[in-house]
């Protein structure tokens, strides 16, 4: 067990560009989240994967952002056109299948500052 | 009612005090609950599970009140190390959905 892999650590663009973020989560955790937490706030809920379903995206989630998991393992999460708001740690979480929810296991987070 | 809410604190409190947590939640077929522990600029912890006939782990006491609609945390003995931002997990959407919902946080400071 790796634990929940998140690339890159850390991201500085200028507003404008295009930024794309990997999680790997860990092996055969069936449910992958994403979250972005700004500084003296709870981590918000952007989206979650069952597999390679996209089952929830938040209304948070603006038409500039776009996540995937095409094959049911790592996911990716697009920003485009960034913006300063989208500043922020954006946070994956994976966990095991089985009934109910299990909890959720993070990755260190990429944390994203945009100029 | 917010969908999660939880008292930002700060809660400043000496060695050895007992201190509570609540969380409220808005959805009453929420199912699964969390406590998970932050400290800063890191990632979150899971710190324990909330069972339905509440569930202790050392000096940690976590409890669910359905009727009232929320979760407690209950640390004795504090410790310096206990220092950190609680983050209470709801899943909002009720029968175990997977849309698992963060509160803003508690910050606990503990002194010496």
């Known amino acids: 067990d790796t634990g929940v892999s998140q690339n890159p650590r850390h991201k500085i663009t200028k507003r404008g560009q295009n930024v794309t973020f990997r999680c790997d989560p860990i092996?055969?955790?069936?449910?992958l989240y994403w979250y972005r937490q700004t500084l003296g706030q709870g981590p918000e809920f952007l989206t979650y994967?069952?597999?390679?379903?996209?089952?929830?995206k938040s209304r948070l989630l603006s038409d500039r952002f776009s996540a995937e998991r095409p094959k049911g393992s790592f996911s990716t999460l697009e920003i485009q056109r960034t913006e300063q708001g989208d500043s922020a740690m954006y946070l994956c979480?994976?966990?095991?299948?089985?009934?109910?929810?299990?909890?959720?296991?993070f990755g260190n987070g990429t944390r994203l500052t945009v100029t | 009612r917010k969908e999660v809410e939880q008292d930002p604190g700060p809660f400043n409190v000496p060695e050895g005090a007992t201190v509570a947590f609540n969380c409220t939640y808005s959805?009453?077929?929420?199912?699964?609950f969390f406590w998970y522990r932050q400290d800063c600029r890191k990632e979150p912890k899971l710190l324990m599970s909330?069972?339905?006939s509440g569930n202790e782990d050392g000096r940690f006491t976590a409890q669910l009140n359905r009727a009232s609609q929320y979760i407690s945390l209950l640390i004795r003995d504090s410790k310096l190390s206990d220092s950190a931002t609680y983050l209470c997990?709801?899943?909002?959407?009720?029968?175990?959905?997977?849309?698992?919902?963060f509160g803003k946080g508690t910050k606990l400071s503990v002194k010496p």
């Open positions: 979480a994976s966990t095991p299948p089985g009934g109910g929810n299990s909890p959720l296991h």
């Open positions: 092996s055969e955790h069936n449910r």
């Open positions: 994967f069952q597999n390679e379903a996209q089952l929830e």
């Open positions: 959805n009453s077929a929420s199912q699964s």
């Open positions: 909330v069972y339905s």
């Open positions: 997990v709801v899943d909002l959407a009720g029968r175990s959905q997977g849309n698992l919902i």
